[in-house]
């Protein structure tokens, strides 16, 4: 079945940095990625998602990539902000279900 | 409005006790799960049901039944209740199965076994 890897486990970055959370998966026939933000105390939230037949998609300060043939994506935010302190999970779809990698806790240092 | 609700928010009680968590949806989705969250924060998923069906069970152990009266709404039973169980437990629910669909999910049930 598929398995999702993501990297770092922790980021800092400056305020008004940029930040970049990288994952790989390992089914080939995974077609559907998206990325969820947890705050503190809250359930997990959809905010970008990319599928198979596009390489970049990008809605304001974030942006995904995904790599077919490598197997990679990655999100990436820009212009840091305090509010984008949180847990950030990537997934891949496989067997009817989503697989979720293990989270990277990025903290924004003002 | 929301759109996907747990009930209750927080759950504390003895082992060995038997409790039950609710779920509903007004998305009109019809697809809901249930996923387990660790205290490391890992995102596991239990069950899913697809218009009242069961679809996935992940190896879950069988003190724990979910039920689907209808497709807006998945609860979760959990007998016997072990030290082991204590996590966050998320609902969710899609348009329809996960690997097409988007996920939304509830703000979580945050389960404490004594």
């Known amino acids: 079945g598929e398995n999702v890897e993501q990297h770092p486990s922790t980021l800092s970055v400056q305020e008004g940095d940029s930040a970049v959370i990288k994952c790989t998966y390992s089914?080939?026939?995974?077609?559907?990625f998206p990325w969820y933000k947890q705050e503190l105390g809250k359930g997990p939230q959809l905010i970008i998602d990319?599928?198979?037949?596009?390489g970049e998609k990008k809605d304001q300060r974030i942006a995904v990539t995904l790599n077919k043939t490598a197997k990679h994506f990655s999100l990436h935010i820009t212009e840091t902000q305090p509010e984008d302190s949180a847990v950030y999970f990537c997934?891949?779809?496989?067997?009817?279900?989503?697989?979720f990698g293990k989270g990277t806790r990025l903290h924004i240092l003002p | 409005d929301t759109a996907v609700s747990q009930t209750p928010k927080y759950l504390v009680t003895q082992m060995g006790n038997d409790k039950s968590i609710k779920c509903e949806q007004n998305?009109?989705?019809?697809?809901m799960y249930w996923y387990k969250q660790d205290s490391k924060k890992f995102l596991k998923i239990m069950f899913s049901?697809?218009?009242?069906?069961?679809?996935i069970n992940e190896t879950v152990p069988n003190r724990f039944s979910p039920k689907s009266p209808d497709k807006a709404h998945l609860n979760l039973h959990i007998n016997s209740l072990e030290l082991g169980d204590s996590a966050v437990y998320f609902c969710a629910s899609s348009q329809g199965l996960a690997g097409t669909y988007k996920q939304f999910f509830g703000p979580g049930t945050r389960l404490t076994v004594l």
């Open positions: 049901y697809n218009n009242k069906e069961l679809i």
């Open positions: 997934a891949a779809n496989g067997d009817d279900k989503i697989i």
């Open positions: 089914d080939s026939a995974s077609n559907y």
């Open positions: 998305l009109g989705h019809d697809t």
């Open positions: 990319i599928r198979s037949n596009v």
